[in-house]
């Protein structure tokens, strides 16, 4: 019998990264499974054919367990996303990464490394890996699990393996301090039979088809946590090198009259200049930004260290605030705007609050030989397009 045999589970926000991977491996685990969101997603692609209903308020069903994702939490009763993920977690071997940065490419490595070999792994990732098909896996093996600190999820989760890749402040609506993320990490690790630190560990030295020092990190931490799940390093190596990294992480996305477009889920100040320092390996031209800042919270208390970031970068152009689950109207891109100008006098700066026009100024200004960043956890990816045209 199934681990979830004879289950009904009814996901609200089935349309994200994290409650549509969950649904499709309880799906896979044997239970019956459905769900609402208010939007379509290319996440729910893998899941129609299973019940799922899109409307502006959510929808449940009589006589369904109901797993609730933090975004609604305060509006639909049921078991929270971190409690399911816990239940999960609890049925297989498991390896949980966690940390500020990294989590879903070193996720990514660890199952794609995995797969290759034929350990026929499942795993729960918070970005699509291409190499993999999705960001969801069903197999028989180690589940691979990307955590959240954002909402402390980690603290419910018992691994065999932790991977904590680095621990920053970064979720300020959450925790108070550096030391109340740091404790968190300490309680959740020391119930943890094998952890690996990855701060700890030197950058792999092998290439990788992956760009960037804090890639070879990430790289260190997944042969690491193989390891522990029975891998031998000259097992692992070949595939790791050959991991090609997950979307909306440092992803090409054009070229046009010679100017390289990536994009960037960077939403962090230490993200943000490691993208930069990313971007310095792929040209000898200048690095142009549009960066859409990510949560009122993380602006507010971050803006300085943003501005640091960014002032590294030869033009940059600031969106507004990318608003997500928060609300606080007082809280504008424009104090980006002004830390990258007290960070670099004299720099070239345009606080554009539309992504858009942000896209095509920075066109305007574009050269051949230049690569344009876009960067932001929210939508600002969808300013790619314009960009592009705007350079053709």
Known sequence: MRALEGRRLWFVGIGGAGLSAYAGIASAWGAEVGGWDRVDTPYLDTLREHE????????????WEVVVSTAYADRVEGVSRAAFLAELVSLRETVVVAGAHGKTTTTGMIAFALSQLGRDPAYAIGGEIPQLGGNAGTGEGWFVVEGDESDRTIAALRPQVAVVLNVELDHHSEF?????????????????????????????????????????????????ALEFCGVRPEEARPHIAAFEGAARRFQLRGEVGGVLVYDDYAHHPTEVAATISTAREVSTGRVLVLFQPHLYSRTRHLAHEFGCALASADVVAIADVYAAREHDGDVRGKMVVD????????????WMPSAG????????????????????????????????????
């Open 52 to 63: 799922l209903v899109i409307a502006p308020d959510p929808v449940v069903p009589e006589d």
């Open 176 to 224: 108070a301090s550096l030391a109340d993320v740091q404790a968190l990490f300490d309680e959740w690790t020391s119930q943890v039979p094998r952890v690996v630190r990855a701060e700890e560990l030197e950058p792999v030295e092998f290439a990788l088809a992956l760009r960037g020092e804090h890639n070879r990190r990430n790289a260190a931490a997944a042969l690491a």
């Open 339 to 350: 830390a990258v100008a007290d960070a670099r006098g004299g720099a070239r700066i345009a």
């Open 357 to 392: 026009q942000g896209a095509r100024w920075l066109a305007s200004v574009a050269r051949s030989g230049d690569v344009v960043l876009t960067v932001g956890a929210g939508d600002v990816d969808g300013a790619v397009p314009v960009l592009l045209e705007a350079l053709a």
